[in-house]
């Protein structure tokens, strides 16, 4: 599976930006996909997931601004982020879980800079 993200840039305090993430290769096995994110001198967190079935989680800093959705039509996952705040600012990263008989795993995409700044 190849995973294509797109989306960052710079936004001010209250916007919004939307992330995109495509996959492409063994699709069919993915299970989840979803995004980390990354600040400088912090450790990696979980940002959001969306499950095959539907269900979705979301970190508490996030529950309420952004929202998760995907279009299967086009394989891609999105992040809308509203009410964008400083500490948003971090590499995000897309993620696909995968399960394949008897292997299970998880790929990543490349990062995409997420700055919220005035």
């Known amino acids: 599976v190849q995973l294509q993200a797109s989306g960052g840039g710079l936004a001010q305090p209250g916007g919004s930006l939307r992330l995109s993430c495509a996959a492409s290769g063994r699709i069919f096995s993915i299970t989840a996909m979803g995004w980390h994110r990354q600040a400088p001198g912090k450790q990696r967190e979980l940002v959001a997931t969306?499950?095959?079935?539907?269900?979705?989680n979301y970190a508490d800093s996030v529950k309420g601004r952004f929202t998760i959705s995907r279009d299967n039509a086009k394989n891609t996952v999105y992040l809308l982020m509203n009410s964008l705040k400083p500490e948003d600012t971090a590499v995000y990263y897309c993620?696909?879980?995968?399960?394949?008989?008897?292997?299970?795993?998880?790929?990543w995409g490349q990062g995409t800079l997420v700055t919220v700044s005035s």
């Open positions: 993620h696909a879980d995968y399960y394949t008989d008897p292997e299970v795993g998880r790929y």
């Open positions: 969306i499950f095959s079935g539907g269900s979705i």
